[in-house]
């Protein structure tokens, strides 16, 4: 080895400080430095998802390709939450009435889900204040530590980066690997028609 000879207790000893830290491994990098505030815990968004009653999503589409659209599927047909969508350019989504702005709904929305541009997000954390609203909650992909200093600042929960409809179905047990429910019980795979 390093040619020196160790007897006794020495053979037995741990190296030093000076020797450990040449061995030492790099600390790892921060996965994401841009962002420092924290998000609430699981057991902290299953407690905002438990309490609500109403979710707005802000953003609500007429396309079937948007998530927006699969959301407000999910959360209409799955849940029991009173959903209201808001979109100033729809006038129905769904068979549902879609309101122009959040100071439109017929009620106090508990959770406003939000598919809007980075740049809009503090303008909807506002709204939301404004509505009365319990929980902020931004989509998979939407992250303005601005947005969440708003509504945490007016006593707002504030959920960031995370899809309402994966959250909900995780802690119901309703999840596939796809990020939905396929209603199929089985450990044979689909097959699908070509």
Request: glycine fraction near 8%.
């Amino acid at each position: 080895m390093s040619g020196i000879e160790t007897t006794g207790a020495d053979a037995c000893a741990l190296p030093t400080a000076q020797d450990s830290a040449a061995c030492a491994l790099p600390a790892p990098a921060p996965a994401r430095p841009d962002r420092t505030w924290e998000g609430p815990s699981q057991q902290q968004r299953f407690g905002i998802l438990r309490r609500a009653k109403s979710v707005a999503i802000v953003g609500a589409s007429n396309n079937p390709a948007r998530a927006s659209y699969f959301v407000a599927t999910y959360l209409l047909s799955s849940t029991a939450y009173d959903v209201y969508l808001v979109n100033p350019r729809e006038s129905e989504i769904l068979g549902q009435p879609v309101y122009a702005s959040l100071s439109d709904l017929p009620v106090v929305p508990d959770v406003v889900d939000v598919f809007r541009r980075h740049d809009d997000l503090p303008g909807v954390a506002q709204e939301a204040i404004e509505a009365g609203a319990q929980t902020l909650w931004l989509q998979l992909g939407s992250w303005n530590e601005d947005a969440a200093a708003i509504a945490e600042g007016a006593g707002l929960s504030v959920v960031m980066d995370r899809c309402i409809k994966i959250e909900h179905a995780r802690f119901h047990g309703g999840l596939h690997l796809a990020g939905f429910d396929t209603g199929v019980i089985s450990s044979r795979r689909q097959l699908l028609a070509r």
